[in-house]
């Protein structure tokens, strides 16, 4: 999936704050939730999701998803990563 094409489900999907991220390689910032929903795909670089203590590992052209109040942690793979994400806000 492009990232025209993926933008274009996010919106349609219902994500509002859609934007690419650069990110620096980092360790995890520690377990935690949002008061939204996620959704990104990884342009370059790996961005990892861990989730009861089980890291899963995303790369270029895959998507992963943090469900809204989801208890979990995210760090940056060693080259960094860019991500094309959005939030989806609920009331």
Same mark, same amino acid.
């Given at each position: 999936?492009?990232?025209?094409?993926?933008?274009?489900?996010?919106?349609?999907?219902?994500?509002?704050?859609?934007?690419?991220?650069?990110? +620096?390689?980092? =360790?995890?910032?520690?377990?935690?939730?949002?008061? *939204? &929903? %996620?959704?990104?795909?990884? @342009?370059?670089?790996?961005?990892?999701?861990?989730? +009861?203590?089980? =890291?899963?590992?995303?790369?270029?052209?895959?998507? *992963? &998803? %943090?469900?809204?109040?989801? @208890?979990?942690?995210?760090?940056?793979?060693?080259?960094?990563?860019?991500?094309?994400?959005?939030?989806?806000?609920?009331?």
């Amino acid at each position: 999936m492009n990232e025209s094409e993926f933008e274009a489900q996010l919106k349609a999907d219902g994500y509002i704050e859609i934007e690419t991220q650069n990110l +620096d390689p980092r =360790p995890g910032k520690g377990r935690h939730r949002h008061l *939204f &929903a %996620v959704r990104g795909l990884v @342009l370059s670089g790996s961005f990892i999701v861990t989730r +009861d203590s089980t =890291p899963v590992i995303f790369g270029p052209g895959q998507v *992963f &998803a %943090v469900a809204h109040g989801e @208890l979990h942690d995210e760090s940056i793979g060693a080259d960094g990563a860019r991500v094309l994400v959005g939030r989806k806000f609920t009331n």
